[in-house]
């Protein structure tokens, strides 16, 4: 399996020309939950129940993989008018190799055994976790404000030009218009994700993972537009001590979580219902958009809001 461990701005652009020189780019429709975690939340028809807070007058409907979960062009940055889709094509990479694991975490899960990921497929695994985390509109939303954005812009541009000299109405126009500043705020928030975080990654690669199944047919878990679910006891707020769980749904019936000691993994049957809607729940609070397999628990979600 190859490394993808590197930083992400050692990717090459996914452009590529044709032999007739039309030039070939990346899909516009970014998915920041994967299509191929989606699918495995869908019903026998390939459908996914979804509702969206942004269009609560829709109500409860049924979409595909394919139609839901994306912002066009949201992992692109844009830089003197170069468009550069290093950061997408990084994630399409990573979501390949996760796909390969989460299907081996399912087979052996549902078998009733822990999966014995290699050192190789846990690394895969952590960078998908710590990117889920991290990459989605919802998770990102909250990182850096509107206001503190425009003061951070103020003062670089007076120190730029108290050091070097005043900006050219050129460049004013393409940092300090609207659309200049639209521009280098998306490019500051596609930056942002795409970093790997050290730290977070020498946590998770020293810690192993808990695998909880749920055998009840008529039982699940939704899947989120924040797909990973913190759950912490008072006091406790950092990932790696006691009382801090980090969860990620990753099927239907499976959902992987984060525990003590590197190289452990524990497979735990879920009968819990009142901890299963709670947990739902809770994916529903943190969300804009939720999705699973069953229009009745969609449903159930959106009326006990």
């Known amino acids: 399996m190859a490394d993808i461990s590197r930083r992400v701005e050692n990717q090459s652009v996914m452009v590529t020309m044709t032999k007739k020189g039309r030039r070939v780019s990346t899909p516009k429709r970014h998915h920041f939950v994967p299509q191929m975690l989606l699918r495995r939340f869908c019903d026998n028809g390939g459908r996914l129940w979804y509702y969206t807070k942004k269009a609560p007058h829709i109500g409860v409907a049924s979409g595909t993989p394919e139609t839901l979960f994306y912002q066009t062009n949201f992992y692109t940055l844009n830089e003197g008018g170069v468009r550069d889709f290093s950061l997408e094509s990084y994630f399409s990479q990573l979501e390949s190799e996760a796909n390969t694991v989460i299907e081996k975490i399912c087979a ?92 977070v990654q020498s946590v998770l690669n020293n810690m192993g993972i808990g695998i909880a199944v749920i055998r009840k047919p008529n039982k699940a878990f939704v899947i989120g537009s924040k797909p990973v679910v913190t759950l912490t006891q008072p006091g406790q707020t950092r990932l790696g001590r006691p009382g801090v769980e980090v969860w990620l749904p990753i099927a239907a019936d499976i959902a992987v979580f984060v525990i003590a000691g590197k190289g452990k993994e524990i497979v735990i049957t879920l009968n819990d219902d009142t901890w299963l809607r709670s947990f739902n729940a809770a994916i529903f609070h943190e969300s804009t958009v939720i999705g699973g397999r069953s229009e009745a628990l969609i449903k159930s979600l959106v009326s006990a809001r």
């Not at 509107?146 to 103020?154: D, N, R």
């Open 108 to 199: 052996a899960a549902r078998a009733g055994k822990g999966p014995g990921l290699t050192f190789q497929e846990k690394r895969v695994w952590d960078l998908f976790l710590y990117y889920q985390w991290k990459r989605t509109p919802d998770s990102i939303g909250s990182t850096m404000s509107h206001a503190e954005f425009e003061e951070l812009l103020t003062e670089s541009v007076a120190e730029f030009e108290q050091r070097f000299r005043p900006l050219t109405d050129e460049e004013r126009e393409r940092f300090l218009s609207n659309a200049g500043k639209k521009n280098l705020r998306k490019n500051a928030r596609v930056k942002a994700t795409g970093d790997p975080g050290a730290v």
